[in-house]
C-alpha cells in the first residue's frame, strides 16, 4: 500500500513569507507525528496528533509555527513569516496508535529553504 | 530530560568488516529503544527495536540489546556491506501521549568495497 506521502517535496522561500507543508499519511493511522531535521539540530519533534486533536504541542519552537489536521488524516505544517533559521527538512510520520509499541512510518520530507 | 547520545561519525570501514555504533540514553522512565536508518536519498525506516530491559532486536544482520543497567543501545553487525552504507539514528519513546521519537544525531557509516 502507499505509504506515508509530503508535498511540496523542496519549497524554497522568501524570508518573511508564510509556507504551508502537507502530509498525507497512511490509510486508518491515527497518530500523525511533525519532526524537524537540520544540521545544527539533528531530529527534532514538533508536534503530535492523535486523530484530530494534538495533545502535545511542546515542540513548536516558536508561535510562527502551527498545524491543524482534518478527517483524521491529512495534516498541514503552517510556518508563518518565516526566517532563516527555519531552513530544514520537515519529516511527517504515522503510526496505527499512538504510544510506544506502533512502528512509526516516515514520509520522504519536505525541504525548506528560506532566502 | 529525557536524551540519546550516539557516537559521532563518520565511520568509514571496509567490506566485511565488523560494526558497532554505540548509543547511550538518560531517561526518567522505561522508554523503548529504536536504531532507525537513512539510506541515501531515502527516508527514514526503522531498522530494529528492542521495548524492555534485555530484549534484543534483530534485522537485516544488525542486532541491538537493550541494556538498563549501562542505559545502552548499541548498534553491531558482524559483516557489513557497501549496501549499509547510511545514516544511522538511535532513538527512545514512551507509550500513550509520548510517542514521539526522541533522536541521537546520528552516524554516517560508509562501507567502502
Known amino acids: 500500500g502507499a505509504g506515508v506521502s509530503q508535498s511540496p517535496s523542496n519549497k524554497v522561500t522568501e524570508k518573511g513569507k508564510d509556507v504551508e507543508l502537507r502530509c498525507d499519511p497512511i490509510s486508518g493511522h491515527t497518530a500523525l507525528y511533525w519532526y524537524r531535521q537540520s544540521l545544527g539540530q539533528g531530529l527534532e519533534f514538533l508536534i503530535y496528533f492523535q486523530g484530530n486533536s494534538a495533545p502535545d504541542k511542546s515542540g513548536l519552537p516558536s508561535d510562527r509555527f502551527s498545524a491543524e489536521r482534518t478527517g483524521g488524516s491529512v495534516s498541514t505544517l503552517t510556518i508563518q513569516r518565516t526566517q532563516q533559521e527555519d531552513s530544514a527538512v520537515y519529516l511527517c510520520?504515522?503510526?496505527?496508535?499512538?504510544?510506544?509499541?506502533?512502528?512509526?512510518?516516515f514520509g520522504p520530507g519536505t525541504r525548506l529553504t528560506v532566502l | 530530560g529525557d536524551s540519546v547520545t550516539q557516537m559521532e561519525g563518520p565511520v568509514t570501514l571496509s567490506e566485511e568488516a565488523f560494526l558497532t555504533i554505540n548509543c547511550t540514553y538518560t531517561a526518567t522512565g522505561y522508554p523503548s529503544l529504536f536504531w532507525y536508518v537513512q539510506y541515501p536519498g531515502e527516508g527514514l525506516q526503522l531498522l530494529l527495536k528492542?521495548?524492555?530491559?534485555?530484549d534484543k532486536g534483530s534485522n537485516k544482520g544488525f542486532e541491538a540489546t537493550y541494556r538498563k543497567e549501562t542505559t545502552s543501545f548499541h548498534l553491531e553487525k558482524g559483516s557489513v556491506q557497501v549496501s549499509d552504507s547510511a545514516v544511522y539514528f538511535c532513538?527512545?519513546?514512551?507509550?500513550?501521549?509520548?510517542?514521539?521519537?526522541?533522536f541521537g544525531k546520528g552516524t554516517k557509516l560508509s562501507v567502502k568495497p
Open positions: 532513538a527512545l519513546n514512551y507509550g500513550g501521549s509520548q510517542g514521539n521519537l526522541i
Open positions: 510520520a504515522s503510526s496505527r496508535r499512538e504510544g510506544s509499541y506502533n512502528e512509526q512510518f
Open positions: 528492542a521495548t524492555k530491559a534485555d
